[in-house]
């Protein structure tokens, strides 16, 4: 598999987040989101590779977490994933062949099951790992997102290249 995705698509809960939703008694609902992830997206725009996040879910929570992280792309509510992806794959001019995804339940199911690069998280369940070409480490919550574009920056020899575009980047924001 030492081969660059040309775009990357994540779900969020159970990815991103524990997979928990937490309420408090006025009705507020919480996510917790684990900040390393966030690196995952840094990565991904060092090499100027498209991100999305498509996701079931529709919260002003997660729309304020891809706002922070400049998210061009977010698809909240949706309960078709492989449709929206082969749409932005369209738009975009790739393949889903050359696109890698991460989801972690029933509903990415489709969607790993058409990508070039399928990844879950450490704590799928197992009828969802079976999707998976990728046996990640990290459990949804833990930075699995950002295990996931390192493995394969890893695997295509890129981290030192993006590491050194980091560098540089600070070394700019230094001098400014």
Known sequence: MNKLPKLFITDIDGV???????????????KKFN????????????????FAIITSEKTEIVRRRAKKLKVEYLYDGISD??????????????????TAFIGDDLNDIPLLRKVGFPA????????VKKYSSLKLTKKGGEGAFREFVEVILNQ???MEDVLNKHFDYLEE????
Do not use: H
Request: proline letters at 5%; glycine letters at 8%; one cysteine or more.
């Open 81 to 98: 994933k492989l449709s929206v992806a082969e749409q932005l794959c369209s738009e975009l001019g790739v393949t889903l062949n050359e």
């Open 173 to 176: 924001q230094k001098n400014r």
């Open 156 to 158: 295509n020899n890129l």
């Open 16 to 30: 991103w987040t524990d997979g928990g939703m937490y309420y408090d008694q006025t009705g507020n609902e919480w």
């Open 35 to 50: 900040t390393s992830d966030s690196a995952g997206v840094l990565f991904l725009r060092y090499l100027d590779i498209p």
């Open 120 to 127: 879950v998280p450490a704590n799928a369940p197992d009828y």
